[in-house]
Each structure stands twice: as C-alpha cells, then as structure tokens.
C-alpha cells in the first residue's frame, strides 16, 4: 500500500523505514503543488515540526532570555493568545514556568482555561503553584507592546489585572506556511479556525477529520517517532477496508452543482464529478452524519444503503424528541424512561432539517431536539448548525403565528441525564427554551 | 448569478389567503444554487403554511424558470392551482405570470442582486448590469456595483481605514481599487480621470434588449 509522506521533519526517514517494515511505500513530497499532482484516493501523513517560541520551550533558552533582567522583573507566559494551547505547549510552559520560578524568578502563566488534559498535567499545575508561579485565568486580553516592556490587560468577565513585564513570551504556536499549504490542498476541517488533529475526545492524537489525513505534530512526540507506528499502521490498513453501509449519495440530476454541500462536509467528502456537473461522495470519508442531507437547496442527497425504512407517524405522543446518537441517545434510556415522548436517535444534529421538524409538528404538539454540548460534535459543528436551525425555525413558526416554544433544542452528553430529562419535561409542557 | 431572499412568512400567507389550491414553483438553478427558492425551500414552504391545514399544495421545480421549454412539463399542474407561488426571480416570476394568462403568479422571492458566494450563506454583490463594463480601467473591482455612491474617481470623503461611511461593514470599493492597482503595478491609472458617462446603457435608458442577429435569423 503507498502512503504520501508530505513535509519536511527530522523524523521523516525514520517514519518511511519504519513503515517500509510494514509493507507501506512511502511517497515522499516537500509541496502542495507536488501534492496536488498525486491521486487524491493516496492517504496522507502530514509530518510537521510545530515551532513555538524557545524559551517556552526549553529550559536553557528560558534561562537566556531572563539573563539580565532584574530579580523583581515578572516574566510572563502568554498561553491561548491565538487559538486554545494544545497539551504539549501546557506541558512545556508548565515545565519551564516551574524550572524559572524554582531559580527565584517572578514568573506568571496567563492562559484562558485551566483544564486537566491528564492527571499528570493537574500534579503539574499544583507543583508551580507551590514554587509561586501566579496563574491567571483570562477571557479577554489586551496586550501593548513598548520599547522595553509589554503591558497586558486581563480581564475573567468580573476582575481585571494589568501586568508590565520586560518580558512576554507568546507561547503560541508560530505559523508554517509550508503546512497550511497542505491543510488547504487537503481541505482539512479546523476548529474555529485553529488546530486541526487530536485535541477532541474523538480524535486520538494524529488523527483529522479526513479519514485518509494523518497530522502528526512531531514536538508531542518526545523524541521517538516509533511510538506511533503501531497504531498509525492500523489505521492506514482500516482505510482498505470497507467504510460503514450507510453513506451519503448525490443524485447527479438533481444536484445544482452548488457546492454548498462541498463547503460545509466536516470530513472533506464531497467532491466534484467534473463529467457529470454533479457533487460526487467519497465514500471513504463520508461519516454519514447528514449535514449535506440537511443543507442540499435542490434535495439531490439521500442516504444509500443502511438507511432505516421511515416509519408512518401515527403516535398519540405529545412530544417528539431527536436525539443525537453520540450523546443524547445514549443518556436517553434513564433520562427519558418516564417521558411520555417519542424518541428519534438521529446521526447528528446537523442531520435535521427544518422541514423534518416542521413535519413532526404536523403529529406531535411539541418537538426538541437533542445534541451534543459545545466542542464535543463529532462532526464538528453538527450541533451548532442544529441550533441556527433552531432559531430560524422559531422565528418563521413566529411569522405564521405559532407559539415558537414548540421547538426547542438542548445540548446535553451521555451522562447529563437530568438536563435531558428537565429539557424533556420542559418541553413536553410547550415551554421549551432554547 | 442572480441572489435573492425569501419575502417573510407572514406575507406570503396573506398574498396567498384567498386561494385554495397553490402550486409553489421552485427554480432549479440560480434561487437554488443561493438556497433562496429550491426544491428543498419549496418543500420547507410546503410543510410551514400547510401545517394550516386549509389548502392543498403541490411542489414542482423547473430547471429554469425563464425558459419556456422547461415550463412544459407543469402545464398541468399550473391548470390544477388556483394560484402559482413562485420561488424564482423576477424574472422568472414575469415569464410564468407571461406563460399562463388568467392564473396569478406570487412572487415567494425578494431578488436582491447579481453577486457572488463568499462562503457556504454568503453572498456579496457584484454587478449591476450597466451595460457599459470600466472592470479594465478599476483593478477588476466595479466602482458601479461596489461603491455605494458609484463614484467612477474614487474614493470620497467618506472612506476610512478601507471601509465606507454608510456601513462599515461595507469595503470601500475605491480602497480595494487602489489597493488591487498597486498590487498590479498600475497605480499610475489613478491619474486618468474617468468622464462622466452615457447611463443609457444602463436602466435610464429603458429596458434593454440584446439580439444576436446571426442566431435569431428573423426580427420577433
């Protein structure tokens, strides 16, 4: 099986031997436009070693930079400037802020969220703490640098603090334009504009949205890239295997050829069938999640294959109640076992259209819809979408003179069954919020 | 590609209440392609003010509106409505309300502009058809259509920081001109003052016709 091992790292040779050991052949590219030359169906490594500024990094670069400035002088960490830090940058500031502050420096951290990505990282946070490094927690910052010393503003929405500091290490990552060529080529899904692999419970580490796109960022991988193999190989040989039965497909006579649904696949599985001026599914990467379904202007997509035979709604039920199977459905079983309701488990929540609930308000008096909570859809944004929906929904329901608590979503997760329940009876009475 | 919006529910439904039988016409190609009045919005229509439950709809979509060859196939379901609600633009609204005398045709749709998609639900205006194109002479950037006050020497008094006094989340047309020249190594274009124009090219000068005489052999 051919692999493309695109970018230029220290461990690129080491990762094409080991892989050779198990009977890949790896394609070795440095561009996009040598990228773009290769068939698109090839699975692609993106080997990438992520930059951030040195003295965030390691401990004898922090030691330089504090070289000459005075022992009263605060040093500060500036973490989630740009985008959310991943866990290696926390790790890395954590060590090295701990490593300044046990020399005597004055040392502060300021980062928008204190989250445990690991047991170990909490020990961490505690060890710092004790040797006096100061955390401060942010939503907004305002940060001026001058000739000799930056000024921050933080402010946590009740409390604001303004720090002066001689020096602010920016611990973000820095950009490769190199990689975002590729991301673009590959048309990698991102996180409000941010990381793109493994800091979602639903991708381990390495993994993206696309299927057949591996990103791997070597600085997390301490030094040993063959670590990664074992389960990097699995993946690669999952990809020959037959993908799920239920898969979305483009009626090429219907289809508009609007690209609507190109732009809003969170797995990059559309793609344009040049011959028959249609949208195309690769079914490789289609994750069956509906978005597309939902969206398409000129209905052209259905499921194919797998696909339950829909049932004639004829329930005496008062409520109807979409549930997304990654998470409400599963806290459904305890949450809504005394609900007298009529639960749906859907794909995602960006799988409903306003016509599917507008259609239910036909049998039912009430219809909500459950998906996951922020930052946790599995098909990136399923649930925000499922939200607009949501409101717009109201408001034409509004328009024609019906109560818009008719509709009404939640966002809940698989443990979260008295929110589910609450919003459940909520809504069973007509008074449902959101 | 033509851009439009759907008109607000509450005024369909009162254009609509004095009909039993609607037909509502969805148009397969632009209004589809800027998810104004495709099959999936007609169908939504369909489900909002049938949830009344007072009158009977049928959906179907042309590919085009306004060609008559695509109207064939619904002449019998235009005979069955007592009324057509039509999804396309104006002109496909004209076309239909031109096609079948005696049945009225609603528009469902606000046509709004010529312009293009941004990002998936967003779209931006571009052109205004005035018949006379300057593209050449602008960086590629339509001082007519992009410039609130279609100055032709740009920019006013109103511009700053690259946005426009009447909105500033309106691009100032005269800073994009400026800055796609310089890019382009043509800023020295700015010194040519453009005259004043002949509008009769454009709508002042009544509507407009194109004939293309090696195609449509005899005058109609």
Redesign the interface.
Known sequence: MKVVLAGQSRYSENLKTALADYGFEAISIRTASELKALPESLPVIILYDAKIHPAAQDKNAAAKAVLGLKPQDLVVFLMDKTEEASPYIENRVLDTALYLASVKRRVAVLLRSTRASDTAFDERLRQAREKGVSFVRYDNIAVEAEMDRTVINAFDGKLSVTLETPLCIDCSELPDPEVEAFIETLRVKRFGGGCISGTRWYLTQGNTHKRNVKFINTIELDGDIKQIVPALVDDLRALDRPGQEKVASVDSK?C?F???CY??CPHSAMKPDENASAMMVDEMLCAACGICLA?????AITFAGGDKAEAKEESRDKLKIFCCENSAFVASTEALAEVDASVESITCGGDI???KM??A??TYDNVLVAVCCDDACKHHDGNKRLIKQVERLKE??E????DPKRISCVQTGITMTNLLRNAAEKALSGGGEK | MIIASQKPLDEIRDTLKAYDKVLIAACGTCVTVCLSGGEKEALELKALLGLEGDKAYRVVTPERQCDSEFLEAFDEDVKWADVVLSLACGVGVQYMAERYEGKPVIPGLNTSFMGTNRDAGYWTEMCQGCGNCVLEKTGGICPVARCSKSHFNGPCGGSANGVCEVDPSIECAWQLIYDRLKSLNQLDRLYDTIPPRDWRTSRDGGPRKIRRPDVAIEEV
Not at chain 1, 399 to 402: D, F, I, N, T, V
């Open positions: 219907k508009a609007c690209y609507t732009r809003v969206v398409c202007p000129a209905s259209s306003a016509l507008t259609e308000l036909k034409r329901l328009k024609l003179g019906y």
